[in-house]
């Protein structure tokens, strides 16, 4: 049936690593429990925006993202130095739902772990394990938040090419888009001789 850790006091995003090898992470507590939730910088990105858009909704157009507020975008808070070490809950995240419940004024996020099985001399099979999924809500303040900092951990990490968006790594760069990869369409005019 999965955890629900209720109202959380603390969640924040981070990332662990130096840039091009980074692992990422949701972080959260209640008074119930802990939970470290490891994910993919596009699953983060995915949540920072979806938080976004809702905010967007509810608050008719009053919170705005990130990069169009006046100032930019703030500097990643780390893990609060007293979050358990060694959490409840520890799990890789498969899914992520994001919902919003317009009577409480909550966010919930529902996560679905990945379990993966290894057996001798076969592929590693992979699967969504909804018997442990872990549920949590937070304030639309908490949400804002949220989101900053996601946004502050995806861009400190490696600079991307502002045209392909590919990470760059300080040495040269052969952009798809700049380097003769596109196919050039070449327009001819017709002859009026035959009029």
């Known amino acids: 049936m999965g955890t629900d850790l209720g109202r959380v006091s603390i969640i924040g995003a981070d990332a662990v690593g130096q840039p091009g090898q980074r ?103 992979i699967t969504m394990n909804e018997e442990e999924q872990i549920l949590m809500s937070f304030t639309q303040q908490q949400a804002q938040d949220l989101s900053s900092t996601i946004q502050a951990v995806v861009v400190a990490g490696r600079p991307v090419c502002p045209l392909c968006h590919t990470p760059l790594d300080g040495g040269p760069h052969a952009c798809v888009k700049q380097n003769g990869h596109r196919e050039i369409v070449q327009i001819e005019e017709a002859d009026d001789e035959g009029e």
Do not use: C
């Open 23 to 125: 692992r990422f992470r949701i972080f959260a507590r209640s008074r119930e429990a802990s939970a470290i939730m490891w994910l993919e910088k596009e699953q983060l990105a995915g949540l920072s925006e979806a938080l976004d858009r809702t905010l967007a909704l509810i608050t008719e157009g009053q919170v705005l993202r990130t990069e169009a507020r006046a100032g930019g975008i703030m500097a990643a808070e780390a893990m609060p130095a007293d979050f358990p070490r060694y959490p409840n809950y520890e799990v890789q995240v498969g899914q992520m739902r994001l919902s919003f419940d317009e009577q409480d004024s909550f966010f919930s996020l529902l996560i679905t772990p990945l379990s993966i099985s290894l057996e001798d001399m076969r592929e590693p099979e």
